[in-house]
């Protein structure tokens, strides 16, 4: 089962702003947003996570 965050729950976990976890996704290939309804976006959680290791094994 998927599991969808918001970009709250990113933020937190990244200790970040909303403007950074964009920045990421356009700068550093951070998942693109699922648009689940026109005013629902959210971040498969596991995609995110594949994202995270693939940056600590390039570290």
Do not use: H, N
Not at 40 to 46: C, F, I, Q, S
Request: charged share 30%.
């Amino acid at each position: 089962m998927t599991k969808y965050v918001s970009v709250k729950f990113l933020q937190e976990r990244y200790e970040c702003s909303r403007e950074t976890i964009y920045k990421y996704m356009k700068e550093y290939g951070f998942p693109k947003q699922i648009k689940l309804t026109p005013g629902a976006a959210r971040w498969d959680l596991a995609e995110v996570e594949a994202w995270e290791a693939q940056r600590t094994v390039a570290e």
